[in-house]
């Protein structure tokens, strides 16, 4: 796996059990998968003769993370007969917004009204066009709220774009949709062609960060549940992606442009946020089913285990807690011993992802407040809403 993020630590913990051993290519030994894989390269993942090493004995190659030049990986793999999994020509659409964008309008796929960008002119055509505000967007590399700026109105606008397009930076612009909420639909898909679904999920964001999952989405009618499930296994297909894809997606009042009420926000060709709820909530987990995938072995079953899984992100706490995260820890253990813990190794700065929660449960409010309490006391070492 190219990256040594949490997700490949996660991946590895999966890896483990199917009795395999995840490669990886970390930038330093501090990455939470080097601290925990026997087997790490050290690497840039653009410096070719790190990715020659890496690739070495390798029998199939994925990542953790869409910053992969594909050319030189693409060209020392074929090289070596390695496969990339997902291919370049399907990882491309994770990693330009644009390339994404078009890719889907031309399947017919429904998207936002999106337009490229050079000047701050060919905004104000959109926005005359589509209305303020609109939403101005990185091509590449943005991700919990980087790269993306709402511009309310041409003077608020001015000054974004003119960092901006002085940096040189890649840019669209889109319509800001009127949404009910956000959603994912997470699928699986395998080189023979296997596909799986998940039940699809509400994502709580806050300035641009997830910070809860509800599994499955409250109130979600089914048919509007099975249109998103069925639209991630189509874009999976159409793509040819091997392995998992995340497919973010904007619920809105109206029927939309295909009459189902959804809009494709952000596609993701890897274990995704929205997912870290089937380590325990689902009888395969989004780790095991990408390992699956990768490997070319049959799918498992995405049946969940109970009728509401919440996960919440634990974020490095502002200041940073005087105790401990290990006595943090006891400390939640002893109050919630129902609620799971999964820790990234990752030193602690604020609002940072540093690990995440999961609680299971029979009702969706109160799954949520203990879960909220608990990301929140490994957060902040503070016991909020009254709880002492």
Known sequence: MVGAGQLARMTHQAAIALGQSLRVLAVSADDPAAVVAPNVVFGQPDDPAALAEFLKGCDA???DHEGVPAEPLASLAAQLEVPLRPSPAALVHAQDKLVMRERLSALGVPCPPFRAISSPREVNEFAARHGWPVVLKARTGGYDGRGIWMLDDPLHAAPILAETLAAGTPLLVEQRVKMRRELAALVARSPFGQGAAWPVVHTVQDNGICVQVIAPAPGLTPARAEAAQRLALRVAEELDV??????????????????????VNELA??????????????????????VRAVLDYPLGSTAPRAPVTVMANVLGGDPVPEMGLDERVHH?????????????????????????????????????????????????????????
């Open 269 to 290: 060709m890897r274990p995704h946020n929205s997912g870290h709820w089937t380590i325990e909530g689902s009888v395969t987990s989004q780790f095991e089913q990408h």
């Open 332 to 388: 939640l253990f002893a109050r919630f011993p129902d609620v799971k813990v999964h820790l990234y190794g990752k030193a602690e700065r604020p609002g940072r992802k540093i690990g995440h929660v999961t609680v299971l449960g029979e009702e969706v409010a109160p799954v949520r407040r203990r879960a909220a309490l608990a990301a929140d006391w490994l957060s902040r070492a503070v016991w909020r809403d009254g709880w002492h």
């Open 242 to 263: 091997v392995g998992l894809l995340a497919v973010e997606l904007f619920e809105i009042d109206e029927p939309g442009p295909d009459g189902t009420g959804l809009l």
């Open 61 to 63: 190659v994925t990542f």
